[in-house]
């Protein structure tokens, strides 16, 4: 049986708030995260955020959205696609 996905066609978008509270939607999936960086694929592709004492607050992959606070020096969007299988792919074999 194969796996449905029956989320909405998400779009993207990014709100940074005074460069400490960070609201990204249409994110499928968290390849990692540290203090320092968090990457991200998007539904337009892998996003890398910089900062310092960066935390997720929320993570939600049904409905795609992830609120992140700490400071906030950089936002980077890779132009190459991502392979896919990331953390919890490796995990699970995928």
């Not at 910089?50 to 929320?58: D, N, R, S, W």
């Given at each position: ?63 795609g ?26 995990l699970?074999?995928?």
């Amino acid at each position: 049986m194969a796996f449905e996905d029956n989320r909405p066609d998400m779009g993207h978008r990014v709100i940074l708030e005074d460069r400490n509270r960070l609201l990204v939607s249409g994110v499928e999936e968290v390849e990692s995260f540290d203090e320092g960086s968090i990457l991200l694929t998007t539904a337009l592709g892998a996003l890398e955020i910089q900062g310092e004492g960066l935390h997720i607050e929320k993570l939600s992959l049904d409905g795609g959205d992830l609120k992140v606070e700490g400071q906030v020096n950089a936002l980077l969007y890779e132009n190459e696609p991502r392979e896919r299988g990331g953390l919890l792919g490796r995990l699970f074999g995928g």
